[in-house]
């Protein structure tokens, strides 16, 4: 049996040139400029969960004091699209959630009914990123088809931002499918 380990290594170096030498992307937008968002989801706790939760306040205007779970159940990277949509309340946030979201959705708002869920946010560009807690919609139902709407404790230029930051993302780890070149997206 003869092994030609000098080229297997020729190979691996023509690999690793090529990975490390690949094509550059260009881009028209900055990364400083485009606008981030993380998303978290907190379902209220009860007495027994003492040392795993946390005391919060909903919305800033007239607060509501809220003991939530400090472990997120839904985060950004089960965001699958988001969307605002005017409604009588100034504007409502859409989440819809990617598979794996909708299930653990189903899942938690079956689990526990009568509850509160606790939205928060930061959002903003690069460095300059603000936490806030956005929403604490009941729990009243069990939601199947993995969308969550609420209306934001923002305004209608921060909730868009949120809005825009958690489609950058989505586009970015593959739960949404990029716009083309031509195109605008609305």
């Known amino acids: 049996m003869v092994i030609r380990p000098l080229r297997f290594n020729f190979y691996l170096l023509l690999l690793l040139a090529g990975a490390l030498g690949g094509c550059a992307t260009t881009t028209t937008t900055s990364t400083k400029d485009r606008p981030l968002a993380r998303l978290t989801v907190n379902v209220e706790s009860n007495r027994e969960a003492e040392g795993f939760r946390e005391l919060i306040s909903v919305p800033r205007g007239n607060p509501v004091a809220i003991n939530i779970l400090t472990s997120a159940l839904l985060n950004e990277t089960h965001v699958a699209e988001a969307r605002l949509v ?6 409502t946030m ?6 794996m979201g909708t299930h653990l959705l189903e899942q938690y708002t079956a689990a526990y009914p009568g509850r509160r869920f606790a939205i928060a946010a930061q959002f ?3 460095k300059k990123l603000e936490k806030r807690w956005l929403a604490a919609p009941l729990l009243n139902r069990r939601i199947a088809d993995g969308i969550l709407a609420f209306t934001p404790d923002a305004s ?9 930051g958690l489609n950058n993302l989505a586009r970015e780890i593959g739960n949404q499918s990029k716009p083309k070149s031509g195109s605008k997206k609305p």
Do not use: K, M
């Open 86 to 91: 005017d409604s009588f309340a100034g504007c």
């Open 94 to 99: 859409v989440i819809q959630f990617n598979p």
């Open 124 to 126: 903003g560009v690069q």
């Open 156 to 164: 209608r230029e921060e909730a868009d931002l949120i809005v825009r």
